[in-house]
């Protein structure tokens, strides 16, 4: 029987997912972030974990560790737009009084379930946005949110589910910040990213909706040594596969895969030369989706009717080949 058991972080329940290979932390009152990923053959960190003196800084920017939610993901212009003849202002929290990264923070989620099994265990949480006045008077039509974690050996499926609760249709977008460790050994590290194109930016770090050549990111294809990389880069899927692989020279690694259905962009972010973590972020949308001329099939923006559900997936394999 695989297990849930509860512990603690700073005071705050923790639910700790068990298999044979993985133990898989969860920190549902504080954003639902799964904050750590302990792999017990490697006997490693997978994530960056926040310690306990991270407290304040987590507070803040949550979105460092683990793998958060970001909704919507990435940059929107002066955090406004309109949509469906309602209008949309998000606080002007970064660079050029633009807004980045979404609401989602350190709200607190509701368990609803959690479910052991022979092979398996699973935790589902829930969260209402109408519940938080601060999201509301940003994002004025109510979403239930709701977030499954099934894990079997060394599988960790994730699925948000998203319902649209309120009268009007409201433009939707979900990216995750996974911050994968590399423990300070960069060179030992390889990433192949299938990918068709890279985003042009502005000055801003907003794209402009033009797609350019890979140039340099070509080498993604095939694979690319992670070292003396410097990266803040977005990146078209197209009609590649959606998954990542980062395999260490040993052979040891993860894949990393997202519904293609709904995830068209990578990001791709080191926070300055690669060194102790790389970022491997799938949005649905491209950042500033609301204000792009473009159509929603290129840029990712999900119409959620009212009433509607959608699941968004994803999966994280480890990659064990003394197994």
Not at 150 to 160: A, M, R
Not at 173 to 201: A, C, I, M, R
Not at 245 to 260: A, H, I, T
Request: net charge negative; with cysteine.
């Amino acid at each position: 029987m695989k297990q849930v058991t509860k512990g603690q972080w700073n005071g705050y329940d923790t639910y700790i997912l068990h298999s044979r290979d993985l133990e898989v932390t969860l920190l549902p009152r504080l954003g639902n972030n799964v904050i750590g990923i302990w792999d017990s053959i490697e006997q490693r960190e997978v994530l960056r974990r926040p310690d306990e003196a991270d407290l304040d800084f987590y507070m803040v920017k949550p979105y460092h560790f683990g793998i958060p939610m970001l909704i919507p993901p990435g940059r929107i212009r002066r955090g406004h737009f309109e949509y469906n003849g309602v209008d949309y202002q998000f606080d002007q929290n970064t660079a050029h009084d633009n807004h980045i990264h979404g609401l989602h923070r350190a709200q607190s989620w509701r368990v609803t379930d959690i479910e052991e099994e022979e092979e398996s265990c699973s935790i589902t949480t829930e969260f209402v946005t109408s519940d938080d006045p601060n999201w509301m008077r940003q994002y004025p039509i109510p979403l239930k949110l709701e977030m499954t974690l099934k894990l079997q050996g060394s599988e960790l499926e994730q699925s948000f589910k998203i319902t649209n609760l309120g009268e009007h249709a409201a433009p939707f977008g979900l990216g995750l910040h996974t911050w994968f460790l590399l423990d300070g050994e960069p060179d030992k590290w390889t990433l192949t990213l299938p990918v068709s194109n890279l985003y042009k930016q502005d000055e801003e770090q907003i794209p402009t909706g033009d797609i350019e050549p890979l140039g340099q990111f070509e080498v993604l294809n095939k694979g690319m040594n992670l070292k003396g990389t410097n990266m803040d880069t977005l990146f078209r899927i197209g009609d590649k596969p959606a998954e990542a692989l980062l395999v260490r020279d040993d052979g040891y690694g993860l894949r990393y895969s997202v519904d293609p259905e709904y995830f068209k962009h990578w990001v791709l972010f080191t926070k300055g030369e690669a060194d102790q973590f790389l970022c491997i972020e799938p949005y649905t949308w491209l950042p500033d989706a609301p204000n792009s001329k473009l159509s929603p099939d290129f840029t990712g923006l999900i119409d959620l009717k009212p009433q509607q559900s959608i699941v968004l997936k994803t999966k994280l394999v480890m990659i064990h080949p003394k197994q």
